[in-house]
C-alpha cells in the first residue's frame, strides 16, 4: 500500500522560504504524477501543483511566482518549496499521488502537516 | 479560475436515508472524450481527504456502492443511497479540466 508522508519546518517566519519534503513508501515514485495541496484553517483545498516523475511541472497561476517543486527519483522523494511565505500561506499542506488515467484523480494523501508562518 | 459551488454547505442525515450533494461549475467539465473532468473527496474528522468518485460518475476503488456521482457538463451531484455513521464528514467537488479547483465543501452530520 502506498503511503505519503510530508516533512519540514512547522514554522516558518514571514518573508522566508516554506520547504516540504514528501517521502513515498510502498510503491515507486516512477510513473506518477505527485502533487501538493493545501487547506488553510477553516477553508477549502487549494491546488498548488504537481510534478511528474521525470521533473515536469505545472503551478497554480496563482502562486506560480513564488513556488518551485523538484523530484529526487533515487530517495523516492518530492519536494516543494514556496517563496516569500506571509501569514496568509498558513495552512495544512497535503502531498498526494495522482492515479493514472482518466481525470487523474488525487487516489493517496498524505497526513498532512501544519505550517505556521509567523 | 472555474469556480465550484456546492450546495447545501451543511446537510443533517439520518442513518438509513438517502442523501445528496449538488455541485456546480462556471463551465462545462465535459471534454471531447467523453469524460466529465469531476472528482468528489470526502474528508472525515481528523483526516485527510480521500477519494470516492472520479471522472463524474465512476467509483473510487473499496468505495461502498451506496454512493453514487452523476450529472454532466455544469451539474453534478453526488448520492449517498443509505447514509451510514462512518459517511460523516466535508465532501467537496473538485475540477481537473484546468488547474484543479475545490467546491466550499458541505459538512455531512449524523
Known amino acids: 500500500q502506498v503511503q505519503l508522508q510530508e516533512s519540514g519546518p512547522r514554522l516558518v517566519k514571514p518573508s522566508e522560504t516554506l520547504s516540504l519534503t514528501c517521502t513515498v513508501s510502498?510503491?515507486?515514485?516512477?510513473?506518477?504524477?505527485w502533487g501538493w495541496i493545501r487547506q488553510p484553517p477553516g477553508k477549502t483545498l487549494e491546488y498548488i501543483g504537481h510534478?511528474?516523475?521525470?521533473?515536469?511541472?505545472n503551478y497554480n497561476p496563482s502562486l506560480v511566482s513564488r513556488v518551485s517543486m523538484s523530484v529526487d527519483t533515487s530517495k523516492n522523494q518530492f519536494s516543494l518549496r514556496l517563496y516569500s511565505a506571509t501569514a496568509a500561506d498558513t495552512a495544512v499542506y497535503y502531498c498526494?499521488?495522482?492515479?493514472?488515467?482518466?481525470?487523474?484523480?488525487?487516489?493517496?494523501w498524505g497526513q498532512g502537516i501544519l505550517v505556521s508562518v509567523s | 479560475d472555474i469556480v465550484m459551488t456546492q450546495s447545501p454547505l451543511s446537510l443533517p442525515v439520518t442513518p438509513g436515508e438517502p442523501a445528496s450533494i449538488s455541485c456546480r461549475s462556471s463551465?462545462?467539465?465535459?471534454?471531447?472524450?467523453?469524460?466529465?473532468?469531476l472528482d468528489w473527496y470526502l474528508q472525515k474528522p481528523g483526516q485527510s481527504p480521500q477519494l470516492l468518485i472520479y471522472?463524474?460518475?465512476i467509483r473510487a476503488s473499496g468505495v461502498p456502492d451506496r454512493f453514487s456521482g452523476s450529472g454532466s457538463r455544469t451539474d453534478f451531484t453526488l448520492k449517498i443511497s443509505r447514509v451510514e455513521a462512518e459517511d460523516a464528514g466535508i465532501y467537496y467537488c473538485m475540477q481537473a479540466l484546468q488547474t484543479r479547483t475545490f467546491g466550499q465543501g458541505t459538512k455531512v452530520e449524523i
Open positions: 471522472s463524474g460518475s
Open positions: 510502498g510503491g515507486s515514485i516512477h510513473g506518477y504524477y
Open positions: 463551465q462545462s467539465l465535459l471534454q471531447t472524450n467523453g469524460y466529465n473532468h
Open positions: 510534478i511528474f516523475y521525470t521533473g515536469n511541472v
Open positions: 498526494a499521488r495522482h492515479q493514472n488515467g482518466g481525470t487523474y484523480p488525487i487516489d493517496h
